[in-house]
């Protein structure tokens, strides 16, 4: 099944829109996040990729040129933690693709590991909050499960595209675990049941590797969970696939490491509210954070040590972080978010790579996302000034060299209530 | 403020008024014509007594339509005494240098649930809602209200100086808000701010039906409007009841049987206490407004109101507020047609502005929240000036709250809240670097001595542990 969706996000990667007209963004100051800004530079996009960006660069013939002058050019923005594409409106179960809560069909074992389930064959590519979020500067998210002590496997997409395939970028991207007090529930409350039962599931999952042949003819002993799970936990236990594990103490934090070295996993924590009280360990192990930035309340009793300056603290002890709303609606906070990661002591520089370039080398896809770098996918935005500055607008949106329209569900109702008039607002001119 | 809190007391002899003050706690009760005080919860809070600050140098927004650069604000026995290019300050005065910053009013929000949902958000703390009945009117938030909640401290570093706590939004009619100074204090009292006008929390649509669908209702929005509307007829009665006692020259032995619900629903007809009416869509803020007009009160502020901007005429027309959100939408049916431009519409309306909050973090952010709403308007090119914006978590909060003439500008004579930011505060890079109530410094950046903290947030780690 992984190996599938695998072959889907290759196939989608060399199906970026040939046909799309070339785009050359001039004049503008260009934020590439891999280098020193450039004044007055050019970018260049054909065929759905970045093909020049520079101060002097030859401008292709045929291409369409966009004014940039006194304008900001950066990529365009990743978001880290979503339900984009599976979430239509909260409140109502029927919209909502990103757990499985019934599980009274699943044998008791079960009910706690939901490995297999990934989010992808459940995205709606027309969903309408995709362009909610993309006409605002996010042009890549990750996509996400929830609930349970393993919640599934997330997908990273492009918000452009009419088809799971063509906004694919990587499927599965992580594999989502809780350490946090959200999953008590699944496991009847003790953190040290959390811990005993994801390394039960782990060794059911190497054993099982161990003893394929077996499994089938019935020979092994029994697994706690089932084949398709243990499966989709090969890639993890491999190495290939992150474990992305949710946890916010700093105790949760250091024993999500200690999970992680034993069993050898590339772990990324999310959410990671106290990260800073582990700031040296999580360094020395390399392992990154996501950080929802606007998060300083002890909320609960695993963040009791919330700060707006985590972000900034885990920076300075070499934690490579990506900077996350963790929203839907508004994950286009995520520059609200980058913005007060300044405010509250991270260079700008940093702030700016922490929703671009950090992210995508957090997932692996630092080879085609997160900078503006000839060769790299054409996902671009142009802004009117600093993009963390709340009163910057946006200008033009391009993903995979394809410029959007600036609009959404959200900007229609409201031109369509510019007028109280009943006669002119339900029977518009065309 | 004697005499607000009087006419708070429903038909409360004016001796009780009096008597219901300061009268130790050792002496015999005196004699009183109506067994009721004055205020049952009289606010003690005092203003901490300063040495006049004398604020030289920044970019002076007062909310009043004046940005004066390289102004000055001189505050003095807890009030502003002047505000202009240069003022004259007193020999005591302490010079405050705010060369490169920005000094506003005090940030006001008129929807917050700080103290009656307090952090830890655990179940003991869960202290907004008396769901146990569609109409509890008789509750009031401020016996709820925990005062050692971290975030009131959060909400001052984001220079909110006053806030309306609210009950929540489970019922038809919540409860009696109460508006408070952001001050730290043992007890709620200490930090009623002195002579506001009582709230009432009222809630339309999905909250009220689903909580009581399954429970003896209402389940439906029909049920719902049923529910207000039979209150509002022995509101209505009870009140005529306690006039007719009044006009009969008030006997002692004739006094109408005391109902709590009833007192704070007759308050609202007395035009006494205000109308808190959290509701999203636009044909149900229109049949509030029947409602309303029906039974002879007015709806201060609709909160939330997400669907505003499609009434945005009817409420400048009626003068209610509308107290909304930036950009939250989408979570719920009734918010599903959310439009980040709500704010500048009803604005560009006439309507009366504010953003608010719902949230404790977003209370610490509202000067950002107005930027963003800012921007939205830019978008469809409705410039809203600075001042018109900063007017949004300001003076026009105060007015939602009956405060306006007591707090949010800078003008000479108001309270002295005042915020000295380390940028524009429609920047993202913001922050409150001072926080002055009642012209008296309650928060500074820059000085540990005058950053307070709460009970909860004391010893939380072992000492090394934090280092």
Known sequence: ?430 | MKRALCALALGAATAACSQGQARPADSPPAPQSVPRPADPVPATYRPVPAQPPHIRGGTVMTAAGQIIPNGQVLMVDGKIAAVGETVQAPANAVVVDATGKWVTPGVIDTHSHLGVYASPGVQAHSDGNEATGPNTAEVWAEHSLWPQDPGFVRALEGGVTSMQILPGSANLFGGRSVTIKNVPSRTVQGMKFPGAPYGLKMACGENPKRVYGNRGGPSTRMGNVAGYRSAWIRAADYRRRYDDWDRNGRKPGDMPARDLELETLAGVLRGEILVHNHCYRADEMAQMIDIAREFGYRIRSFHHGVEAYKVRDLMARDSIAGSLWADWGGFKMEALDFTRANLAMLHQAGGIAIVHSDDPTGIQKLNQEAAKAVEAGREMGIMVSENDALRWFTANPAWALGIQDKVGTLEPGKQADVVIWSHNPFSVYARADRVYIDGALLFDRFDPSRQPKTDFEVGLFPAEAVR
Request: glycine share 8%; aromatic share 6%; with cysteine.
């Open chain 1, 1 to 430: 099944m992984n190996r599938i969706f695998l072959a889907a996000a290759a196939l989608c990667f060399t199906a970026a829109p040939a046909s799309s007209q070339a785009i050359a963004i001039v004049g503008g100051d260009v934020y590439t996040a891999d280098g020193t800004p450039i004044r007055g530079g050019t970018v260049v996009i054909e065929n759905g990729r970045i093909t020049a960006v520079g101060a002097n660069v030859a401008i292709p013939a045929g291409a369409r040129r966009i004014d940039a002058t006194g304008k900001w050019v950066t990529p365009g923005l990743i978001e880290s933690s979503t339900t984009l594409g599976i979430t239509e409106v909260s409140s109502i179960d029927e919209s909502n693709d990103q757990e499985i809560e019934d599980v009274t069909s699943r044998r008791d074992t079960d009910d706690q590991v939901q490995a297999a389930f990934t989010v992808t064959e459940g995205l709606n590519p027309r969903s309408m909050v995709v362009p909610i979020v993309r006409i605002l500067g996010v042009t890549t998210a990750v996509t996400r499960p929830s609930g349970s002590l393993i919640s599934g496997q997330g997908a990273m997409i492009d918000l452009a595209g009419n088809r799971v395939e063509d906004m694919t970028v990587v499927s599965p991207i992580g594999m989502y675990a809780s350490l946090g007090e959200n999953a008590r529930g699944t496991v009847g409350g003790p953190r040290a049941a959390l811990s005993m039962r994801l390394r039960e599931v782990l060794e059911d999952a190497r054993a099982y590797a161990r003893n394929r042949q077996s499994f089938e003819r019935g020979e092994t002993r029994d697994f706690s969970v089932s084949r398709l799970d243990m499966e989709a936990l090969q890639p993890v236990l491999a190495g290939r696939e992150p474990l992305v594990v949710e946890a916010h103490r700093a105790s949760d934090i250091q024993l999500a490491l200690r999970i992680a070295r034993e069993y050898n996993l590339r772990l990324i924590i999310t959410g990671g509210t106290e990260a800073w009280m582990v700031a040296q360990e999580l360094a020395q192990a390399r392992v990154p954070v996501l950080v929802k930035v606007l998060n300083n309340l002890p909320g609960s009793f695993e963040s009791l040590g919330a700060t707006y300056e985590n972000a900034a603290r885990l920076r300075r002890a070499g934690v490579q972080v990506a900077i996350t709303s963790g929203e839907t609606w508004r994950a286009y906070t995520i520059r609200q978010e980058a913005g007060n990661a300044v405010a509250y002591g991270l260079p700008w520089a940093e702030a700016f790579r922490a929703v671009t370039l950090y992210p995508a080398q957090i997932w692996g896809v630092a080879d085609r996302y997160g900078s503006l770098e000839v060769g790299k996918v054409g996902n671009v935005v142009v802004w009117s000034g600093d993009p963390l500055e709340l009163l910057t607008q946006v200008e033009h949106v391009i993903i995979r060299g394809v410029e959007m329209p600036l609009v959404s569900r959200e900007t229609q109702l409201r031109d369509r209530y510019m007028n109280l008039d009943e006669n002119a607002r339900s029977y518009p001119r065309p």
